[in-house]
């Protein structure tokens, strides 16, 4: 254990900071075990601080100080200072304003394995500061609502780091002796620190440009290493989308002449959005056709698209503080998500949202780590990246979006752009905008941002045929989470349509209203409320909370036919989805419960009949088609069930896969030929979708056992010149027995060898196996010559996939899967805490499992918070799990 228990920071104890930084001009001499920092940083007193005679304290870890510097005059003496481990308070500081103040000192980067800072990845130095990284690099008010000006000078060797990128315009450069280099860079806006960012290696470099609305003409430039220069173009179609997207929807211009994005093979996230210069996991910049699947085109394009729109949302304007976090996540993921959704399709991209919000965050809402999209307390700021402050936030400014309607929501965005610009703000600040631009007051809706949990809502109808009116009375109800044990009714947008048994739309007309359309926005507000609707000549089918139109888990009693009903008539794409969804759950339901009783299982023919229906019509969005034949996740499956049973889920579903195959055979197999094709290379909507649904019918058609349908994949795999289908074609390979599998397994990696982010997917391939043998394969590629603790997206390929895309084997009655993680956790504690801590997810949960499991589960969290100098990261993410 640590020596004490880390501390807490408090929302409520924010205070403005004592001093404020106004011009940072940085000076590295570069060098991979000793880089010399000089920071000369130009202060002043905060006038807005209460305390005017406070000393000035700055943070820092891991740093060698040399010497301090007053107003470039002498160096400071050791009484005039006082240094801890993480952190350096200078006294007396000079009455006159502004001053300056020099700092020198050097860190190592080739130790930091944590990747926060300035670090190593394959020989280039590059730095990760959000969210307190730049206190790893020098002394400095690391806080995001200090923002300054940053000039930034960069002397290196030549041959190893001939290219020396940071922050904004390059503004001079030249050669020194030794077969040195320097160049300058100057960043014209003022930014907080967690923005700053430098990368200097052997790189090679991509270019193209953008024309803005105004006309101005932009230098985008992609820097990777050498041997991934052919796996550049899409990322940089990509960009030139997003900037199209972001001026056409929401009038935002990009702002320097330059953009930069650089690829780094070592990164604990997804990427970085500092100023000017996007540092990338290189999983969200390189494909090629025969490298990349189609969803790893969807991902980068919307991941460049996000760190893009940061441009705006987080950088011209950012966060006063951490808990605001979500003031630039949330929102950002909600203009990723649309841009996504505008380029490809609207109702699949919102499909894919909502399960992964649904599997991940709700479940996240309802475990001890809960909290609201505006945190209170953290002790780690890093361990607040979660799905809540992402997706959840995101769903909260959706909802903000629904209410409004988007002409009004944009006038929001414009009048938050407009007085905002380059500060530092708050959640409420965006609230209020909204507010102000439209007269409208959002004082009930405030609270999604201080209350965690998912609200429950129940909906029950009555239709009167005298009166010809349908009451939809809906309650709402939010379970406690850790520190919220009474929860307050949601402002909650309820999006309803109506349809008639001939499946022809029925009017929505609200009792008192004189409005009549084809579906409407209920405001739910109360604990319980009712809604009537009038002039229904007949009962219609209802379609409730349409478009998923807000983050909540819906209760209404409905039967199979109806859900068969509104699966052929809905007309809302989503509604129509989970109609399917629905169907096939209570199916599966049913099933889980007759495999742990030991019954015989017996699908309802009327499953069999509306899948068959949906494969008799003609679908133009073949995506769409394939969500539709899709079975839900056992992941979200597991979430419907009071006590996790990870065999029964397994063992109902694969049963339902099965019998469906059985039962369809013949018109999957038409569809499969009819869709299978050689369209490498093309990624338009057709070709793409033909792919999705030729490879979910080869999904179902492997389950049988046919040695010709099993020849099919083994074919596909041989054959396929793109990733998509080769991947599809292992994935049924190793999932199902298979002859040919161990032999593709190794065929794959000697084809692949030297393509790290396709060994990743060979990896989680393998570690998400049904198969009987994966823990033992699990342990052996542990060992393998490819694996490396030091590499994220290798951890996550194994590890994380193991245990959290393998319900079935991970947890395993014996427990060997989570010893099996506790030990990973240890070992990457003192490694890389960040990755470390995330890892544990997988434990979190435990209160959902049975006795048994709970109790092995318990005992490795148990031991993972007995680790010598454990982590604050891993100490608050074990600790609040246990609880
Ligand atoms: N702001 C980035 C995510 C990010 C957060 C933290 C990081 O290191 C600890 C790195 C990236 C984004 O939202 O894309
Ligand atoms: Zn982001």
């Given at each position: 254990m640590r020596d004490a228990s880390p501390q807490t920071t408090y929302l409520k104890d924010y205070t403005v900071p004592d001093y404020l930084i106004h011009k940072v001009a940085l000076h590295f001499v570069l060098d991979e075990e000793r880089t010399e920092v000089t920071a000369r940083l130009t202060l002043s007193r905060n006038p807005a601080s209460l305390s005017m005679s406070a000393a000035l304290v700055l943070a820092g870890e891991n740093l060698t100080l040399q010497r301090i510097i007053l107003n470039d005059g002498e160096e400071l003496a050791a009484a005039d200072y006082v240094q801890a481990a993480d952190s350096l308070t200078i006294y007396n500081v000079p009455q006159q304003q502004p001053f300056v103040l020099t700092i020198e000192n050097t860190i190592n980067p080739k130790i930091n394995t944590a990747l926060e800072g300035l670090y190593l990845s394959n020989g280039m130095l590059c730095t990760q500061c959000e969210a307190e990284g730049f206190r790893k690099i020098t002394y400095f008010l690391d806080r995001p609502d200090v923002m300054a000006t940053f000039t930034t000078t960069l002397v290196g060797d030549k041959s190893r780091y001939p290219v020396l990128l940071s922050n904004g315009n390059k503004i001079a450069h030249g050669e020194l002796e030794a077969n040195r280099h320097w160049v300058t860079w100057e960043d014209p806006f003022t930014k907080p620190c967690y923005l700053f960012a430098l990368v200097a290696g052997q790189l090679e470099c991509i270019e193209d440009h953008f024309t803005t609305q105004s006309g101005r003409d932009i230098s985008l430039q992609i820097f990777v290493e050498p041997q991934d220069v052919d796996k550049c173009a899409h990322a940089m179609q990509s960009l030139q989308n997003a900037m199209r997207w972001d001026e056409a929807v929401y009038g935002c211009e990009y702002d320097l002449d330059l953009y930069m994005i650089v690829a780094v093979s070592h990164f604990n996230m997804g990427a970085m959005e500092n100023k000017g210069l996007n540092v990338f996991n290189t999983k969200f910049v390189l494909a090629r056709p025969d490298t990349a699947t189609d969803s790893d085109y969807e991902h980068i394009e919307g991941v460049i698209a996000h760190e893009y729109f940061h441009n705006w949302t987080g950088n011209r304007i950012t966060c006063r503080d951490w808990f605001q976090l979500s003031l630039k996540e949330g929102f950002t993921v909600f203009r990723d998500q649309e841009f996504t959704g505008d380029r490809t399709s609207k109702a699949v991209k919102r499909i894919e949202d909502v399960t992964m919000l649904r599997t991940r965050q709700f479940a996240e809402d309802a475990g001890p780590l809960a909290h609201p999209i505006r945190p209170e307390a953290y002790i780690e700021i890093n361990n607040f990246y979660t799905v809540t402050i992402y997706e959840k936030g995101a769903e909260v400014v959706r909802m903000l979006h629904t209410l409004l309607g988007a002409e009004r929501f944009r006038k929001g965005s414009d009048l938050y752009f407009a007085r905002h610009d380059g500060q530092a703000v708050t959640c409420e600040d965006f609230v209020k905008a909204m507010e102000a631009a439209n007269g409208v007051g959002l004082v009930q809706f405030r609270r999604w941002y201080s209350q965690a949990g998912t609200p429950v809502l129940t909906v029950s109808r009555r239709y009167d045929s005298q009166a010809q009116t349908l009451t939809l009375s809906i309650s709402q109800e939010c379970p406690p989470t850790p520190g919220q044990a009474v929860k307050e009714p949601l402002h909650i947008p309820v999006k309803v349509g109506l349809i008639y048994p001939d499946g022809t739309i029925a009017p929505c007309q609200l009792q008192g209203s004189a409005d009549s359309a084809e579906e409407v926005i209920l405001a739910l507000t109360e604990a319980a409320q009712d809604f009537v609707f009038t002039g229904l000549s007949s009962e219609p089918a209802v379609s409730v909370l349409r478009g998923f139109s807000a983050p909540v888990k819906l209760v209404m009693e409905r039967s199979l036919t109806e859900l068969a009903f509104l699966l052929s008539h809905d007309s809302d794409t989503f509604n129509r989805w989970e109609a399917g969804q629905q169907l096939i759950g209570q199916a599966i339901t049913g099933l889980i419960a007759d495999v742990q009783n030991n019954r015989e299982l017996r699908l309802d023919p009327i499953i069999i009949e509306a899948f068959r229906q949906v494969l008799a019509q003609p679908w133009e969005d073949l995506s769409y088609f394939s969500l539709l034949l899709s079975l839900p996740s056992e992941t979200y499956l597991a979430e419907q069930m009071p006590v996790i049973d990870v065999v029964a889920i397994h063992t109902a579903r694969e049963f339902v896969k099965l019998t469906l195959a059985e039962q369809l055979q013949n018109a999957l197999q038409t569809l499969y030929l009819n869709n299978?094709?050689?369209?490498?290379g093309c990624f338009d909507a057709g070709a793409i979708g033909r792919r999705r649904i030729k490879n979910t019918c080869l999904n179902y058609l492997c389950a049988l056992d046919d040695p010709a349908l099993k020849n099919w994949a083994h074919q596909q795999f041989k054959t396929a010149k793109n990733m998509t289908d080769q991947m599809a074609a292992l994935t049924v390979m190793v999932n199902n027995p298979h002859y040919a599998r161990r032999q593709c397994l190794a065929e794959f990696y000697q084809q692949w060898q030297h393509e790290a982010l396709v060994i990743d997917k060979w990896f989680a391939l393998q570690a998400a196996s049904p198969a009987p043998d994966t823990f033992a394969t699990v342990q052996a590629l542990m060992a393998h010559p490819a694996f490396d603790l030091g590499t994220p997206n290798r951890i996550r390929a194994l590890i994380g996939a193991f245990s959290q895309a393998n319900p079935l084997h991970f947890h395993a009655a014996n427990g060997q899967g989570y010893q099996f993680l506790a030990d990973q956790i240890i070992a990457l504690n003192t490694l890389n805490p960040q990755v470390a801590s995330r890892m544990i997810s997988a434990l979190t949960s435990w209160r959902r499992y049975d006795a048994g499991r709970q109790a092995l589960m318990t005992a490795q969290l148990e031991r993972i918070m007995s680790t010598e100098a454990i982590s604050k990261d891993v100490y608050e993410i074990a600790s609040k799990s246990l609880a």
């Open positions: 299978h094709r050689d369209e490498s």
